[in-house]
């Protein structure tokens, strides 16, 4: 699914990462040691080197909208002018049926809100919001960079669960980055830690 081949970003020095279709893998490190720097490469937000390989399709010239992935992490990016309903119309560049949207806003458990201004819901809608924004588009890949790390406990345990059950219903790959033991051992099948740009599986 994830074929990495000698990336050479910021502190990343010809890393090499591969990921099975429908894997989660969580990358675990500290501070500038190189996790969201790989998540950015992969979703064409940094100039790299070497090759990113996705769903047998080489990458490295789409722009981040045209690679079959989406990014997630603390920063919502919700409009907030606009209703939950607007808020996905925009996410894929084109018509999304009303029909569409309440299917996958029913899944998550928010269908209920799509009329919704982002500040006339809680801060876990919001991820949830932000999650169905992400899959709206139908993505291969899904990039999470610690996105539930500002929610409280139970919300947060929450969002696990969601995960967890839409990697199954939507057939997702996953790449989490996260400093939470108890979320790596919960999604992710294996865990890599990265230490000054190198890769070293855990599990």
Known sequence: MLNIQ???????????????????????????????TLLNAIAGYLEYQGNIILAGQ????????????????QRLYLFPHKTVNENLALAQGKHISLTEQ???????????????????ISGG???RVA????LISHPKLLLLDEPFSSLDWDTRTQMWQIIKQIKTQFSLTILMVTHEPKEADYLAERAISIHHGTLKETL
Not at 131 to 134: H, K, P
């Open 6 to 36: 000698d990336l050479t970003v910021g502190i990343l020095n010809r890393l090499n990462l591969h990921i099975q279709p429908n894997e989660c893998v969580a990358i675990l490190g500290k501070s500038g040691s190189g996790k969201t």
């Open 58 to 73: 080489n990458i490295n010239r789409l722009p981040p909208w045209q690679r079959q992935c989406r990014y997630l992490n």
């Open 102 to 120: 309440i299917d996958l806003l029913q899944q998550l458990g928010i269908e209920h809100l799509i009329d919704r201004y982002p500040h006339q």
């Open 125 to 127: 809608e919001q991820q």
């Open 131 to 134: 999650l169905a924004r992400v």
